[in-house]
T-cell receptor, first 117, second 114 residues
Framework: AQKVTQAQTEISVVEKEDVTLDCVYE???????LFWYKQPPSGELVFLIR??????QNEISGRYSWNFQKSTSSFNFTITASQVVDSAVYFC??????????????FGTGTRLTIIP | DTGVSQDPRHKITKRGQNVTFRCDPI?????LYWYRQTLGQGPEFLTY????????KSRLLSDRFSAERPKGSFSTLEIQRTEQGDSAMYLC????????????FGSGTRLTVV
């Protein structure tokens, strides 16, 4: 069975500091996808990134970067020079190629990030 | 492309009443999912449609829950005889499937059972 663990329940940092959100996953499949979503107070899940299990290259998008390490089953997310608008709950999720093309997502419990001005 | 729309945004109902939620997916997405999110938790999978066929249901989906997707377009999720434990955010998502699939969530329907 697949599982996603986000051990950090809440993190608070002062604006402009860097912050890393941890994600550890478990799966028996060799083909899978990893995701990060942002959930602001409005409630909508905002897609941030999708990586497939065959692409271990780290990715940078503006102030966001992701570190995928298969050896440790981790997919960590770093925000550089944090801003107040980054305050939200962040979810890591895993998808396997399921039955009938069901690529359902298994989510972690989320990390609530608060950026203090 | 107007994204995934869900209606209503909020619903307050008395215990024992029936409620129905609607989801309009992105038009070219043939896959549709329902998830439930309780306070402090990540979303949990409920059910999956490919076009009009409901292909998988989670064991979280009790007999009081039913979902439909007539003609493979919009979907409805009905909860009969609501219980306080049904209070949650109900999220709909749609996807194209395949190696480069996109997966888009709606804003959700927040259900409060009093």
């Amino acid at each position: 069975a697949q599982k996603v663990t986000q051990a950090q329940t809440e993190i608070s940092v002062v604006e402009k500091e860097d912050v890393t959100l941890d994600c550890v996953y478990e799966t028996r499949d060799t083909t899978y996808y990893l995701f990060w979503y942002k959930q602001p107070p409005s409630g909508e899940l905002v897609f941030l990134i999708r990586r497939n299990s065959f692409d271990e290259q780290n990715e940078i998008s503006g102030r966001y970067s992701w570190n995928f390490q298969k050896s440790t089953s981790s997919f960590n997310f770093t925000i550089t020079a944090s801003q107040v608008v980054d305050s939200a709950v962040y979810f890591c999720a895993l998808s396997e190629a399921g039955n009938f093309g069901n690529e359902k997502l298994t989510f972690g419990t989320g990390t609530r990030l608060t950026i203090i001005p | 492309d107007t994204g995934v729309s869900q209606d209503p945004r909020h619903k307050i109902t008395k215990r024992g009443q029936n409620v129905t939620f609607r989801c309009d997916p992105i038009s070219e997405h043939n896959r549709l999912y329902w998830y439930r999110q309780t306070l402090g938790q990540g979303p949990e999978f409920l059910t999956y449609f490919q076009n009009e066929a409901q292909l998988e249901k989670s064991r979280l989906l009790s007999d009081r829950f039913s979902a439909e997707r007539p003609k493979g377009s919009f979907s409805t999720l009905e909860i009969q005889r609501t219980e306080q434990g049904d209070s949650a955010m109900y999220l709909c998502a749609s996807s194209t499937g395949g190696a480069n699939y996109g997966y888009t969530f709606g804003s959700g329907t927040r259900l409060t059972v009093v």
